[in-house]
């Protein structure tokens, strides 16, 4: 059922682009115009979540052109999960950030460079947050080309926000690979354009051939978007740019970012005639980022750089799965999203909470942060609780998302797949309880230091985390929406 | 670690090693001459459907049709991405680290500003008009605005006192907010997003390429000075410069 012409997907693309440009106008930080418009895009997206679910399928033809010469946006139930994920992941970042970028303030001389930190913060956090759910819900191939690039300039920007000398190299590196990646893309998709004479993302996958010019452009697009999107080996620019960038930012980048190429490698590689020729590839790498990540994270020395490493390994678990696709019970799909709506809100709790700690203690070496949960109590709950559901212990959404990978690899024969996924979640309790165990520590501090984050930063954290924890508990309601094709 | 790396590589071995980077680059030239030559990959494009569509589309340009009508979306986003690449730019910039420009007073140059900036002024709005029916349009139009704006702030010409420095950033502005509001009215008149069909689509389109290249000029002079505007510049010029390394 598809209605004729729907206005409610343009809004969750436009009214974050229009509150980006009314940031940037306004002359002071403009935490509430940004607050404000977090708020108005969170809730234009999570009606477009209920239209999807209540309605099935939108589209909208832009201009009232239709493809192939138009653009038109669709929403499908994939394309709405994630655009309502975003949503979720975003307002509770968006919350965050307005009390991170208070707490941060000390009424010093340094207050200038904060001040300008979050001047620019809003308008590029709003932009990429618009960027993005175009990205989910366009329908066209080189016009996901310019959210790409929107999406990848946007995010370099708020990495390098933090302007510490790390950063600042991560960023340009993390610009490089994007530049690159992109470049990729669009090669790629002139070769689609030549071959199919269209742009359109439905007709040329549904055109999909083992001829030179098809395999050329698949190779391509697919290569830019596994670098962007730091599947292993492709991961070496991720660890940095993730952790040494503002905590915000960092949740924002491992929560949601990588999540749009992931899903548009998904988009052109759940076809059945790739997945029986090479749905193995993105299997094999998977397995490599659960393997290596987790070992990277278990050695490291700095909470935000394990939860970053924890993410190149959570990717694999993003790719490990594509062979499952072909299930014909249809159970491949729902285990891949599943997962990835589960590991956006837990990783972004987990980064929150890890922001917090280093904003309170002014540092995030993990041996030292014995005794932090006699000060921030519902931070250490929260990081606690997006690492349960990182591990998959039920309740959680990662406990669903493992236990249908599990099962469907074992319907399918694949053992070797249960097992990698069974060996993985060990390695990742390894480095979860690293982490946690320091965190909770019974350790008292031996003076208690003041307060000096907002309440909103902890509480925002929980939120999220809770909402990993609520998808272990609530899975109707998601699946009921990947359902609508 | 890596620039370590090579500084200790004898310089002869560097040859070497670049050798099978370089096989494998003609290998991929060789898989994309492949993929390109193959028979019957060329297809026949939209070239058709887009003559076709043309008279409803308001201009007698091509291009200019499928970037201002047909595909008026990414024109849209393509203004962001040049607004967003000047956000990028100015949230780098230190007060404490960047050396002011030194205005380089040049006879020569201040009279070529004179000679040459109303010549291009001229010559950017000719190929915004020209857009609509043959080669030109607001990215055209915009490029040379820029250039324009880019010898002036060369010599930081006393010509740029012209516009006013609280203009810029709305200057910026213009023409993505422009264009979204003609998006979201034509929804209010109960079109789709940014619909609009002859005859009045040329009166909007030739609107949009002006708001349009007017901020591309400013985009492209504004990442060429690569600093925000002053008032921002004087909040921080008094900072010391010894918190670089801070992250709280």
């Known amino acids: ?485 | 670690m890596k620039k370590g790396g090579k500084g200790r590589t004898p310089r002869d071995n560097r040859g070497w090693r670049l050798l099978p980077v370089m096989a494998l680059l003609l290998l991929f030239l060789a898989a994309l001459a492949r993929a390109y030559l193959f028979p019957g990959a060329s297809a026949a494009g939209l070239a058709a459907r887009v003559d076709a569509s043309l008279a409803a589309g308001g201009v007698g340009s091509r291009v200019t049709a499928v970037l201002l009508n047909f595909r008026a979306y990414d024109t849209l986003l393509e203004c962001f991405v040049l607004l967003l690449g000047v956000m990028v730019v100015w949230s780098l910039w230190r007060p404490d680290g960047a050396k002011s420009r030194e205005p380089a007073a040049g006879a020569i140059l201040a009279s070529l500003e004179r000679l040459l900036v109303p010549l291009m002024i001229m010559v950017g709005s000719y190929l915004l008009w020209a857009g609509s029916d043959r080669a030109g349009g607001a990215f055209q139009a915009g490029a040379i605005l820029g250039g324009a704006g880019v010898l002036l702030l060369l010599d930081s010409s006393p010509l740029l006192k012209v516009f006013p420095k609280r203009g810029l950033v709305p200057g910026l502005c213009l023409g993505p907010l422009f264009f979204l509001s003609v998006g979201i009215a034509a929804m209010a008149w109960g079109g789709n997003f940014l619909e609009y069909r002859s005859p009045e689509a040329s009166l909007i389109i030739i609107a949009l390429e002006g708001a349009a290249a007017f901020s591309i000029g400013l985009c492209l002079a504004a990442l060429f000075g690569g600093r925000p505007p002053e008032r921002q510049a004087e909040d921080g010029r008094d900072q010391p410069s010894r918190n670089q390394g801070e992250f709280r």
Request: charged share 10%; with cysteine; proline share 6%.
């Open chain 1, 1 to 485: 059922m598809i209605s004729p012409s729907s206005s409610w997907l343009i809004w969750p693309i436009i009214v974050p682009l229009l509150g980006a440009v009314l940031c940037f106008l306004a002359g002071k930080p403009p935490r509430r115009t940004g607050l404000l418009f977090a708020v108005l895009t969170g809730g234009a997206s999570l009606v477009l979540g209920w239209q999807v679910l209540a309605r099935g399928i939108e589209s909208h033809a832009l201009g009232a052109w239709r493809p192939p010469l138009g653009i038109s946006l669709r929403a499908d139930g994939a394309a709405a999960l994630m655009v309502t994920m975003t949503a979720v992941t975003g307002l509770a970042v968006s919350i965050y950030s307005g009390g991170y970028f208070q707490s941060r303030l000390t009424g010093d001389d340094r207050d200038r460079r904060r001040l300008a930190q979050e001047q620019y913060f809003w308008p590029l956090w709003l932009l990429l947050w618009g960027a993005l759910n175009g990205l989910f819900l366009s329908g066209d191939v080189f016009n996901i080309y310019i959210c790409l690039e929107l999406v990848a300039l946007s995010s370099v920007g708020l990495t390098a926000l933090s302007g510490k000398p790390p950063s600042l190299v991560a960023a340009m590196r993390y610009l490089l690979v994007s530049l690159l990646g992109s470049l990729s893309f669009l090669l790629g998709v002139g070769f689609f354009y030549k071959t199919c004479s269209t742009l359109e993302l439905a007709a040329i996958i549904g055109a999909l051939a083992p001829t030179p010019p098809m395999i050329m452009a698949l190779a391509l697009v697919s290569a830019g978007l596994l670098l962007k999107t730091a599947l292993f080996p492709f991961h070496f620019w991720l660890p940095p740019a993730h952790a040494n960038a503002l905590s915000p930012v960092s949740a924002i980048l491992s929560g949601l970012v990588i999540k749009g190429t992931w899903y548009l490698f998904y988009r052109f590689w759940q076809e059945e005639i790739l997945l029986a020729a090479v749905g193995a590839l993105p299997a094999i790498l998977g397995g490599g980022a659960i393997i290596w990540g987790a070992f990277q994270a278990f050695s490291q020395q700095r909470l935000k750089m394990l939860v970053a490493y924890s993410t190149v390994a959570q990717i694999g678990y993003l790719f490990v799965a594509f062979p499952l696709l072909a299930d014909p019970a249809g159970m491949g799909g729902p285990a891949l999203f599943y997962f990835a709506i589960s590991h956006s809100f837990a990783k972004g709790a987990m980064f929150l909470a890890a922001g917090t700690f280093l904003l309170q203690m002014g540092h995030d070496r993990i041996d030292d942060l014995a005794g932090v949960r006699q000060i921030l109590p519902v931070s250490s709950f929260a990081f606690a609780l997006g690492g349960l559901s990182l591990m998959g212990l039920p309740p959680s959404g990662g406990f669903i998302a493992k236990y249908l990978y599990v099962t469907t690899a074992i319907t399918q024969g694949r053992w070797w797949l249960a097992l990698l996924v069974v060996l993985g979640s060990g390695l990742t309790a390894a480095y979860v309880f690293r982490a946690v165990a320091a965190i909770l520590s019974p350790r008292l501090l031996e003076e208690r230091p003041q307060l000096a984050v907002a309440a909103s930063m902890q509480w925002s954290a929980l939120a999220l985390a809770l909402m990993a924890m609520l998808l272990g508990i609530v899975a109707t309601l998601p699946l009921a929406l990947l359902g609508v094709k």
